[in-house]
């Protein structure tokens, strides 16, 4: 083979399969990261302000249960979640919406008129009008969610999870 | 010169002298339509690719089968594309696997010693059919569904056997989950396992006795 200035047909096939090559990696490698990572990327926003109707519904010092479900979708699948709120309506406006949840171990907490106490089924614990932990292992007090009062209309606020 | 831990790495596997024989072999001087098998190859490695891809996303029962495959086509980035070129690639693969047997039988390749490399070959086509027909099931809509319906339909024209064939085809006696499931077994590790390892033998064949010449009018 005799050495000379010009580029050599072996080298510029070379060269040229080389840039050929990096540009179909780069074409297809771009989508194949993005496919695997977009589903993860796409935040999903769920918190929201729950409407629980007129706040005449609400008898004022005992506090009532309302419930509503929210639909989760992910991906090709739908899941359904319950949330209960019990809504103590107080003098004028004032407002304490609590989550039903215990927050112990997440069982539903349900309100004895006759003893003035939140009882948790699970593992016998008293929560006050208030929330505050009376007895039992709950870790803190039941969780309050923000309310607004708009029109007579009392909504609740759904944090993002 | 190659780099030194080329050499070093050289030494070790004699990568080298694969290399040489399977690229650096003596061909015939040939036509285009020898490019066919390397084109099917080809094919074979972006569907491998690209269905590989699409496991991550697709699920295999009826529940959520049509709506997983809409995810990847709406929910996910270039799933589209990915599913695009894996439905584009089967239609392809099954064009150029057929024209490249036809090359081969009209210039008498298939005749000694290349017979096994023929016969190899016919496994590697129905095996590509076959996938064709469990892929075309997974999306599971009317057209997929119906189109399985008479395709497990058509063996039980067998007599004696038939029956028993669309039974087992369908794994009972009417398409449903369990034929879902299997047909998504049998594209995804069965045929797929079958095809790599006819392409093994196949390759193995076509270098260890190369290529054949361009029949002239005295053959």
């Known amino acids: 083979m005799t050495e000379s200035a010009e580029v050599s047909r072996r080298d510029f096939v070379t060269v040229v399969v080389g840039a050929v090559g990096a540009v179909m990696v780069f074409c297809i490698g771009i989508p194949a990261v993005a496919y695997l990572v977009s589903p993860a990327l796409k935040v999903k926003k769920t918190e929201d302000w729950v409407s629980c109707g007129p706040l005449e519904n609400y008898p004022i010092g005992i506090p009532t249960l309302f419930t509503f479900t929210r639909t989760q979708v992910n991906g090709w699948e739908k899941t359904a979640i319950s949330y209960g709120v019990y809504v103590l309506r107080k003098e004028g406006d004032q407002v304490l919406a609590l989550s039903n949840m215990c927050t112990h171990l997440s069982c539903r907490v349900s309100w004895k008129d006759a003893e003035v106490v939140y009882v948790c089924p699970c593992h016998d614990a008293h929560f006050s009008i208030d929330g505050e932990v009376v007895s039992g292992p709950p870790p803190r007090p039941l969780d309050p969610y923000e309310t607004k009062i708009e029109n007579g209309e009392l909504f609740v606020f759904l944090k993002q999870e | ?219």
């Open chain 2, 1 to 219: 010169m190659a780099p030194k831990f080329v050499t070093w790495l050289d030494e070790r596997l004699g990568l080298q002298g694969i290399y040489s024989t399977v690229f650096d072999r003596k061909v015939p001087k040939v036509n285009w339509w020898f490019t066919l098998g390397s084109a099917s190859l080809f094919l074979f490695g972006i569907q491998v690719a690209t269905g590989i891809f699409l496991s991550v996303y697709y699920v295999p029962s009826p529940d959520h089968a049509y709506d997983s495959v809409q995810f990847i086509m709406n929910g996910v980035s270039f799933g589209w594309l990915i599913r695009g070129i894996h439905h584009w690639g089967a239609t392809l693969m099954v064009i150029f696997v057929f024209i490249h047997m036809l090359r081969t039988f009209y210039y008498a390749a298939y005749k000694f010693p290349r017979e096994l490399t023929w016969l190899t070959g016919v496994v590697l086509l129905l095996a590509t059919l076959g996938m064709g027909f469990t892929g075309y099931l997974l999306p599971w809509n009317q057209k997929a569904y119906w189109a399985t319906t008479v395709g497990t339909e058509i063996p039980g024209t067998i007599p004696g056997l038939g029956p028993f064939i669309t039974t087992v085809l369908r794994g009972g006696g009417e398409l449903s989950a369990v034929t879902l499931a299997r047909f998504y077994s049998l594209h995804i590790w069965f045929l797929p396992a079958v095809i790599l390892l006819a392409i093994g033998i196949h390759m193995y064949l076509v270098i260890r006795l190369g290529i054949s010449n361009i029949p002239d009018k005295d053959d």
